[in-house]
């Protein structure tokens, strides 16, 4: 059974960046054809996609963050992550890592708030 842990710092100064990192046991990475995606809840709203690497390394974003958002992947440590540019108070929001299939496997969610 798969398994995911996002992990990073729980507090971001505006304009800075946001780093998170999801950590994946129980499967590999690159297994075909998995896809794993990042996704985020602002306080009393919805889930919000952000982006997806797959298991061959090819990326996709939401248009609405395109401009901002990375993500990459270490294969030797079973980890892929999420970088967040230029980040505003309206960034504060529960962060996930998830595995893209018909009943995803998500990560816990970690807390990040962005504010001086």
């Known amino acids: 059974q798969v398994q995911l842990q996002e992990s990073g710092p729980g507090l971001v100064k505006p304009s800075q960046t946001l780093s998170l990192t999801c950590t994946v046991s129980?499967?590999?990475?690159?297994?075909?054809?998995?896809?794993w995606s990042w996704i985020r809840q602002p306080p009393g709203k919805g889930l919000e996609w952000m982006g997806v690497i797959t298991y061959d390394g090819s990326t996709y974003y939401n248009p609405a963050l395109k401009s901002r958002t990375s993500i990459s992947r270490d294969t030797s440590k079973n980890q892929f992550s999420l970088q967040l540019r230029s980040v505003t108070p309206e960034d504060t929001a529960v962060y996930y890592c998830?595995?893209?299939?018909?009943?995803?496997?998500w990560g816990q969610g970690t807390q990040v708030t962005v504010s001086s």
């Open positions: 129980g499967g590999s990475i690159t297994t075909s054809y998995y896809a």
């Open positions: 998830a595995r893209d299939e018909i009943v995803p496997s």
